[in-house]
């Protein structure tokens, strides 16, 4: 039965790379040493696990301070540094970090995933290897109707017969998707299809799994766009959790992150010059706003005090 | 009826496309404007379409004499020029030229294909949009077993009525995976699947589409790699589709991407030596070759004499 | 006199280059066709040329149309899909379009320049070639002090006896930089230098020049940053030159790049939360706005009403 | 006096850096852990140092066997399968090591070298700060004369008087325009000229340094090309020193990157036909060998066995 192998490496598992331990002179973080090899569950059978990290806050500044010279120094802190690096756009420095994660997650996500270029990638390989009969099932919980007013995002969730009804077709499906796959591979008296092309007939739910690595910049980015409300929440619950990871890895970096791409906004000239107006005591409408429809119901939900939203 | 809605602009036809015309100052090839936006098929139900392209081959001599200087003028027509840059690796001259394809491809190849980073895409969104009611079946031809000498390979042709059961197979998971996506996307009476979910249940022989941009140099280490005999079938054949248009877009480049790519080899510096030693007179052997089994069967492969292969 | 001798290739003037005209069934915009291969001239000696583009605004609607679906046609038009992909950080569209420019510039702007990466690059070399004698000599009304409140920028302008002192060294630098430059190269009875070492000699004043390429999302990146008021003024003349060739190019998306990149900001959350304070009528101080005496500055720049500035 | 101001951090010491050490699970390289930090020294004043690295030859290994699974483990050793994966251009896996360097070099070194597009920098700024007062002036031994046969090239090297006269030449205008720089930006009883522009005045063999940062990949690359014959000898002293390191780091790839790379060599189609055909006992002769009189020299360069070269 091939769904009881795991893939990946049997003869390696986790308790045997977290006991190996060496003297380094490298740049260590220890809450990453707590945690490096340990799986994070994501999703039903999916997870994230830190393989390795290089750097930590004090390499960014390092690497800032090789760039903006000794002026740095005096005034700064380092997290203020860090903080005035992240406002400023000055991506470099932290280019300077890179982190490798062991990720296994439902190819539809990989899809997306894999949209960010700029990041190395190695991929379980369905033309070499045979892959394992686990596939994605969405909790009842989200199962969400499609939305009426965007093309693109979730409305309610389906409520409990027809939530019933899907849930059994994925499952079915992905069984007897599964079933004829190994059908397809069999040997016995046969010669069995090609895995290349046997694979074919799986559906998009089905788990696959990659080392990933990318440098801190470009994880920001990554993970600005996909824990980010808009994005599919299961590609975000995997953004969620490495959050959490970069957290505990730069604590500095991702606290600015935080406030100034994950919790901020960006405005356009339109929208400012509405802003100086109305804190200069004038009534802005929509009609002299200058923005469009979509634009000024953006903009309204985000300047709106929070405790007045009710 | 979605399988009946295209995919893509539905008012914008291929014809309506080919009938503009305008008086351009910029280089222009006019075996490109000839098959310009047309289709070339690929698959059962894929294609291949150039939606634009910039240079030629002209474009890369200007290029490298704008590096190479005036030294370069002399001594060299163009595509003497363009065979030295090929010859040495000076790939810098070959990236001033970029085509934009439009291409129609099964979900597994678009897989393979998107690990070539270096290039701009979108594609068709399966979040926003409901995907055709299309899936690749292999013909009987294409069957191919497991290799049983190599993890990755095909070996031969599945016979008669294992194809059958195979094909069988094939097309009754998709017809049924794709009846349950629309059913689970239906709205009549009930509020319907978000799409970006109902999606995970289509196999990965349905077919997706995406614009496809990327730099001459790019596209020939794509081509290098996807039209060689171990890529698979599938993706093969959408390069050398593409190979067909490189080489009427600019010839001088493609003739040379072929003699020092396609139909070139490496070696390595133990097989040199073999090489010099045998040009020597010298019978050399595996096992004074300084080769593993591996490399030498390669080795040999090579420089074996084609008529000699019987 | 290699100082007569243009660089570049002296048999392919910009007239001639000019009056070749061919039908094509691309994307042409008659405003480029205009402008196509003219000097616009940057600095003393400098040029932005455009020697070829792809694609217009229709064409960043088309990708995204491929992305997004049909749904994406019936509410908007162009230019209000185009704002959305902007506002929306959707940048894959803007990739689909792409500009070769034709660049002369000084060795210390270019070494700015190419830190973009994501652009192909031809520079006239060298190593094999001699360059001329053109240097940049800044005109006096750009002749600036350091700043004495900031590392990076510029201060008040030099007065007349020390920026006549400042444009004598220059000068006189360069002049004897190149003549002694070719000494070495000199071959009179002598075998002469390799020119890929006398190039030392030369000062970072020195023009260069490239054929530069990218594709419009990474272009307006660097002109986001370069255009900045916060650029170092001899870039960010050309950075303006080539917001002036773009604006003509793809007008749409020009408009939404200046509305949203250019006078837009990025608000932290901190600075989102006191907004949203100060539009619900309570006074926000410095000390109660969570901010550091840095980010509070730049927020109330920001956020003064023009009139009030003085 | 600006020149004995070191560049970078004069309060973080190598033998600060080295005295640090931590507890890691990482994977870790004795050698590398040896070296860290410590300069090697390169031309008259430059140097490279290990700020860190990621990865090691199992880490190659461990990526290879997620994408190529199990069917890698049995028949090959770790080294055999590095081999196999470097002759066949799998390129992912040796993405899965980093190293960062701190790296001392002339300015015209460091503008080849930054042609690696695929790389993180950060640069000593000197818009932000004052550059030292540190040139490189060739050793005389490696004052080559201009090839006469060669564009690129360099030929013999100078003799007695013209060396004297050309490090003449470059001592004094380097430490002219020095003087100069620092005049410009000098501030007693002046403003000073801003530095962003005073450095205009400095020549391509002032020193500068930056933080590098790349893959095994992508620095194979940049070894392939710059530790090349073919590399100006500068930069190439640069991948020289670096081969060295990489040797220690991950051993095993570094051997078959030596075979397969720097070692090996890329045959065309035609040339292939001509050794079969050699090898087949036939007389081939640059004019029945279908190849230019440049690549005829360049292959009978290459085959011709050591020991029959005089």
Redo the contacts between chains.
Sequence with gaps: MTAQVP????S?PIEE??A?????????V?AM?DL??LRHDVLDHGFVRVV????DDA?IV????????????KARDDS?LI??LM?H?HS??F??C?I?L?VKL???VA?QW??H??A??????A????LDREF?I?APEH?????TTN??????T?DGE?AAR?LD??RD??T??YD?YE???S?DG????????A???????IYT???W?T?LHNLFHFLR?RADAHA?YEIRTYADTICGIVAQWVPAAYAAF???R???????????DC??????GEQVTKDDSGM?A??WR?FEA?????G?EG
Tied chains: 1, 2, 3, 4.
């Design positions: 893939l990946g490496d049997p390696d790379q977290r190996q331990s060496s003297q380094t002179r490298r740049a260590t220890p040493e490096l090899y390795d990290y290089m750097g390499a390092q690497a800032a301070r090789v760039s903006y010279g000794a002026g740095t120094k203020g903080r005035y406002r756009w470099t420095p280019e300077m890179e490798k062991h439902p190819v539809f899809r894999i949209r270029r700029t190395n990638v190695n991929e379980y390989s033309r070499y290897s045979i994605y969405p199962l969400a109707a499609q939305s093309n693109q995002g979730r409305g309610d389906l027809e899907v077709l994925l499906d992905a007897r998707s004829h059908e397809m591979l040997q046969q010669r069995g299809l090609a895995r290349e092309l694979r074919m007939n799986l559906p998009a739910n799994q990659w080392y690595k440098d766009l599919q935080e406030d100034y994950m919790n901020g906004a960006s405005l356009s000239g339109p929208a400012l802003l100086r107006r109305m804190l200069a469009s979509g634009e953006e985000l300047i709106r005090a929070k007045q």
